[in-house]
C-alpha cells in the first residue's frame, strides 16, 4: 500500500543551524512532491513545490530536495529561527490526482 | 495568494445534533474543494472531494449519510456533520486549488468541533 513517511515526530534544533527534515514515500509515483507548514489550529500554508524532473528548489532560506531513485525528499530551513517552529508536512500528488496525500508532519522546535 | 475561507472556526455542539460548516473560495472559482479531518497530532486524512454541481466523492470509510456535502456555487462548499457524536470531535478543514495543474492547495483556517 501507499505510505508517506517523515523522519520524526519531533524535531529541535538550535537557533541559526539548519532544520533538516525528511519525507520518504513507497509505492508510490507522484509527479509532484509539496510542502507546507502549519501551526496549531490553523490550516496548513503551502511553502514550496518540486516537480518529479526537478532535483532542487529554493526559497529564501527553505530547500527541498526531491530524489525519485530514493523516493525521498529532504527539505531544509538555513538560519533557522524560533519562529519557525511549526508542523511541517509533507504532500504528494500523482499526475491524474486532484487531491493530495499528506505525511504524519514534523514537529519543529527551534530553540533559542 | 489565493484565499479559502472557512467558518465558523470553532464550534460546541450536544450529540444527536447537526452542524454546518462552510468552505469559500474568496477570490477564485473553485469547482473542487477537498474536506480533511485531522486528529490531535495526525495527519490530514481526506474525507472527500466536493464537486460543484454534482455529488461527492467519498473515501473509503466515511460515510456519505453522515457527513453531507453540498457545493452548490463555484465559491461555497459546506460539510454537514449530522447526528454528531463525541467521536466525530476532531479538526475538519477544507482546501481548493487546481491541483492537476501542479498548482498548490489552500486551506481554510480550519474547524474545532466539539460534540458533547
Known amino acids: 500500500s501507499q505510505k508517506i513517511e517523515q523522519n520524526s515526530e519531533a524535531l529541535n534544533v538550535q537557533e541559526g543551524k539548519t532544520a533538516t527534515l525528511t519525507c520518504n514515500y513507497t509505492?508510490?509515483?507522484?509527479?509532484?512532491l509539496q510542502w507546507y507548514r502549519q501551526d496549531p489550529g490553523r490550516g496548513p500554508v503551502f511553502l514550496l513545490l518540486?516537480?518529479?524532473?526537478?532535483k532542487e528548489k529554493r526559497k529564501e532560506r527553505l530547500k527541498v530536495t526531491f530524489d525519485t531513485t530514493l523516493k525521498q525528499s529532504l527539505f531544509h530551513i538555513t538560519a533557522s529561527q524560533p519562529a519557525d517552529s511549526a508542523t511541517y508536512l509533507c504532500?504528494?500528488?500523482?499526475?491524474?490526482?486532484?487531491?493530495?496525500?499528506f505525511g504524519s508532519g514534523t514537529q519543529l522546535t527551534v530553540l533559542p | 495568494g489565493a484565499v479559502v475561507s472557512q467558518h465558523p472556526s470553532w464550534v460546541i455542539c450536544k450529540s444527536g445534533t447537526s452542524v454546518k460548516i462552510e468552505c469559500r473560495s474568496l477570490?477564485?472559482?473553485?469547482?473542487?474543494m477537498f474536506w480533511y479531518r485531522q486528529f490531535p497530532k495526525q495527519s490530514l486524512m481526506l474525507m472527500a472531494t466536493?464537486?460543484?454541481?454534482?455529488?461527492?466523492?467519498?473515501e473509503q470509510g466515511v460515510e456519505k449519510d453522515k457527513f453531507l456535502i453540498n457545493h452548490a456555487s463555484l465559491t461555497l462548499s459546506t460539510l454537514t456533520v449530522t447526528s454528531a457524536h463525541p467521536e466525530d470531535s476532531s479538526f475538519y478543514i477544507c482546501?481548493?486549488?487546481?491541483?492537476?495543474?501542479?498548482?498548490?492547495?489552500?486551506f481554510g483556517q480550519g474547524t474545532r468541533l466539539t460534540v458533547v
Open positions: 477570490d477564485f472559482q473553485a469547482t473542487t
Open positions: 482546501s481548493a486549488g487546481a491541483l492537476w495543474q501542479g498548482s498548490e492547495a489552500f
Open positions: 466536493s464537486n460543484e454541481g454534482s455529488k461527492a466523492t467519498y
Open positions: 504532500a504528494l500528488a500523482s499526475g491524474s490526482a486532484r487531491q493530495l496525500t
Open positions: 509505492n508510490y509515483s507522484p509527479a509532484y
Open positions: 518540486i516537480r518529479e524532473n526537478e
